[in-house]
């Protein structure tokens, strides 16, 4: 199941941005969907992430900052965030777990750039 991933590029320390990852087909339900981080030298992080029945989770570092969304008709998970900070800086991936005739893999989008730099 394609993952596509749209938003990113550079915004200024206390800045807004979104991102949103579609994943297209059919024939399949998503489990849950989110996005990811790495930076530089760092291990690919969860941000944020959101069921089938919207409920969301969030790391320490963006809470009260992101807020991650879904619209199943179009199968797509949007992820606002504000206030960002120059440690937000990362290639930031879709990632989600997605049953297809009965079987549940993981899939991930392409990654996006998020430089946040004044």
């Known amino acids: 199941v394609p993952l596509q991933a749209f938003g990113g590029g550079l915004v200024q320390p206390g800045g807004s941005l979104r991102l949103s990852c579609a994943a297209s087909?059919?024939?399949?339900?998503?489990?849950?969907m989110g996005w990811y981080r790495q930076a530089p030298g760092a291990q690919r992080e969860l941000v944020a992430r959101?069921?089938?029945?919207?409920?969301?989770n969030y790391a320490d570092s963006v809470k009260g900052r992101a807020t991650i969304s879904r619209d199943n008709a179009k199968n797509t998970v949007y992820l606002q965030m504000n206030s960002l900070k120059p440690e937000d800086t990362a290639v930031y991936y879709c990632g989600a777990l997605i049953r297809v005739r009965g079987s549940c893999s993981y899939y991930w989008g392409q990654g996006t750039l998020v430089t946040v730099s004044s």
């Open positions: 959101i069921t089938s029945d919207c409920g969301a």
């Open positions: 087909g059919s024939a399949f339900s998503i489990v849950h």
